[in-house]
T-cell receptor, first 114, second 113 residues
Framework: AQSVTQLGSHVSVSEGALVLLRCNYS??????LFWYVQYPNQGLQLLLK??????LVKGINGFEAEFKKSETSFHLTKPSAHMSDAAEYFC????????????FGAGTRLTVKP | KAGVTQTPRYLIKTRGQQVTLSCSPI?????VSWYQQTPGQGLQFLFE???????NKGNFPGRFSGRQFSNSRSEMNVSTLELGDSALYLC????????????FGSGTRLTVV
């Protein structure tokens, strides 16, 4: 079964600084990869997804992620952090061995300091 | 269009009771998945329904069950509640499964006392 590993359960950046959240996947076939964001007491919201094609994927709120097959990575970045970016972020993979069900990483909590 | 609607938003139950949670997916979506979210275990997959059939099931005891109706609405039931069942239960819908991503509801916060 496919899985994802998020490196770092907590990341803290200053407002205006680069945001980098790390995700590595394990897959024997080309994966479908996703990043979600969760604000307190809410459900998850899809930020972006990689299915096929261009390896640099742009999402909402200025986030983007690059699929790197050689590194089995799908890191999430944003050039300049905003206070409103403080939330929990989840990397996920769609598992074709299980009817494409979504398998999530443990999550990374992003804190943005003023 | 309307999003994924989960009811109720908050629920407090006593150990040993049972509970039923409801999820109405986005119109046209045929797949509904359920997840349990806790601080210690993160997001854990419960089960997925597609066109009224359970397609996949996570590693949860038989006390956790679900069903899907012909209009794609889904319910999950937890019987004989335990303190450890306290969690945020999230429902997610999609057209055919997770391949294109899910749309999540806001969740039902279940507290077992």
């Amino acid at each position: 079964a496919q899985s994802v590993t998020q490196l770092g359960s907590h990341v803290s950046v200053s407002e205006g600084a680069l945001v980098l959240l790390r995700c590595n996947y394990s897959s024997s076939v080309p994966p479908y990869l996703f990043w979600y964001v969760q604000y307190p007491n809410q459900g998850l919201q899809l930020l972006l997804k990689y299915t096929t094609g261009a390896t640099l994927v742009k999402g909402i709120n200025g986030f983007e992620a690059e699929f790197k097959k050689s590194e089995t990575s799908f890191h999430l970045t944003k050039p300049s952090a905003h206070m409103s970016d403080a939330a929990e972020y989840f990397c996920a993979v769609s598992d074709p061995d299980n009817n494409n069900d979504m398998r999530f990483g443990a999550g990374t909590r992003l804190t943005v300091k003023p | 269009k309307a999003g994924v609607t989960q009811t109720p938003r908050y629920l407090i139950k006593t150990r040993g009771q049972q509970v039923t949670l409801s999820c109405s997916p986005i119109s046209g979506h045929r797949s509904v998945s359920w997840y349990q979210q806790t601080p210690g275990q993160g997001l854990q997959f419960l089960f997925e329904y597609f066109s009224e059939t359970q397609r996949n099931k996570g590693n949860f005891p038989g006390r956790f069950s679900g069903r899907q109706f012909s209009n794609s609405r889904s319910e999950m039931n937890v019987s004989t509640l335990e303190l450890g069942d306290s969690a945020l239960y999230l429902c997610a819908s999609s057209f055919i499964g997770g391949i294109y991503g899910y749309t999540f509801g806001s969740g039902t916060r279940l507290t077992v006392v």
